[in-house]
């Protein structure tokens, strides 16, 4: 029988209050290399998804939003790999119109995108 792992991977959609929405490109250097992406990472030991959601968005931004205002927004679940990975990724909404700071080794480029 083959091992099958679970993956929780809350994100957030950063809306700038002017029907724009944040969107990071992410290095080359990793995989999917020049792909845009919504700010978002895997849950550490311990972490409610809120809190995930939160420290990634800082991470991925230096957008501190508390996680008591995150907004739910819905559950995505989909199985990949054969079977082999579940992927449930919390989706919650954070309102902030400033100008996110980037981490080279994560993501190249970032731009606010009309909905």
Known sequence: MKKRRIHV????????????????????????????EIPGGSLKFGETPREAASRELEEETGFKIRPV??????????????????????????????????RPEEHDDWGWFTV
Do not use: M
């Open 69 to 102: 205002d995150l907004i739910p927004i819905d559950t995505f679940s989909f199985v990949y790999g054969y079977g082999s990975v579940q992927f449930i990724i919390p989706l919650y909404a954070a309102f902030h119109g400033g100008e996110p700071v980037l």
């Open 9 to 36: 991977v809350p994100c957030v959609v950063v809306f700038n209050g002017q029907g724009e929405v944040l969107l990071l490109k992410r290095s080359r250097k990793k995989r999917y290399g020049g792909k845009w």
